[in-house]
T-cell receptor, first 112, second 112 residues
Framework: GAGVSQSPSNKVTEKGKDVELRCDPI?????LYWYRQRLGQGLEFLIY????????KSGLPSDRFSAERTGESVSTLTIQRTQQEDSAVYLC??????????FGPGTRLTVL | QQQVKQSPQSLIVQKGGIPIINCAYE??????FPWYQQFPGKGPALLIA?????SEKKEGRFTISFNKSAKQFSLHIMDSQPGDSATYFC???????????FGTGTSLTVIP
């Protein structure tokens, strides 16, 4: 079956612009995670959705970052007023039970 | 504060060698310890995972050794192949199964 998909695969934007990144999880997966991966570094947790529970937003680095998820389907990560330090690969993962995670290919964001 | 500490940062071995990657943690609430493999331009993929009720788990050429008292776990790759060249991440999650904490990654190169 289809895996986790993310769009766009690459995004180049100017400093100060807003961007929206999309994640389509595997059907039936109740858990969804967003991570940020800077070049050559590990995965930085951003936010976690589990079913209809309130999301765990503890990893969001600033109030410029927000995310939404519609039920157990698509999620969007929005970064407002982008800064150069936001440049990274943004990874989405879904999980059927909150343990094994299946990652998408990521969106590479470049802020000029 | 890095919840999961991973070493070494990079590793070069000859084909057939046994690279070992180590991770350490402090939070005794962690009860799920996965290892992920990531190739350039791709999202991480689950390789193998362990829970603290066992001290070792093998899947093919990959083995996790787990030392609960020392709060350490390691990945061993038997008979390593050039195709194993990738970045490896350890991770840990508490029994609530929500936020995952990743190590900083180990870049493995297997020389033919």
């Amino acid at each position: 079956g289809a895996g986790v998909s993310q769009s766009p695969s690459n995004k180049v934007t100017e400093k100060g612009k807003d961007v929206e990144l999309r994640c389509d999880p595997i059907s039936g997966h109740t858990a969804l995670y967003w991570y940020r991966q800077r070049l050559g570094q590990g995965l930085e947790f951003l936010i976690y959705f589990q079913g209809n529970s309130a999301p765990d937003k503890s990893g969001l680095p600033s109030d410029r970052f927000s995310a939404e998820r519609t039920g157990e389907s698509v999620s969007t990560l929005t970064i407002q007023r982008t800064q150069q330090e936001d440049s990274a690969v943004y990874l989405c993962a879904s999980s059927p039970r909150g343990d094994e995670q299946f990652f998408g290919p990521g969106t590479r964001l470049t802020v000029l | 504060q890095q919840q999961v500490k991973q070493s070494p940062q990079s590793l070069i071995v000859q084909k057939g060698g046994i690279p070992i990657i180590n991770c350490a943690y402090e939070n005794t609430a962690f009860d799920y310890f996965p290892w992920y493999q990531q190739f350039p331009g791709k999202g991480p993929a689950l390789l193998i995972a362990i829970r603290p009720d066992v001290s070792e788990k093998k899947e093919g050429r990959f083995t996790i050794s787990f030392n609960k008292s020392a709060k350490q776990f390691s990945l061993h790759i038997m008979d390593s192949q050039p195709g194993d060249s990738a970045t490896y991440f350890c991770a840990a999650s508490p029994n609530t199964g929500n936020q995952f904490y990743f190590g900083t990654g180990t870049s493995l190169t297997v020389i033919p």
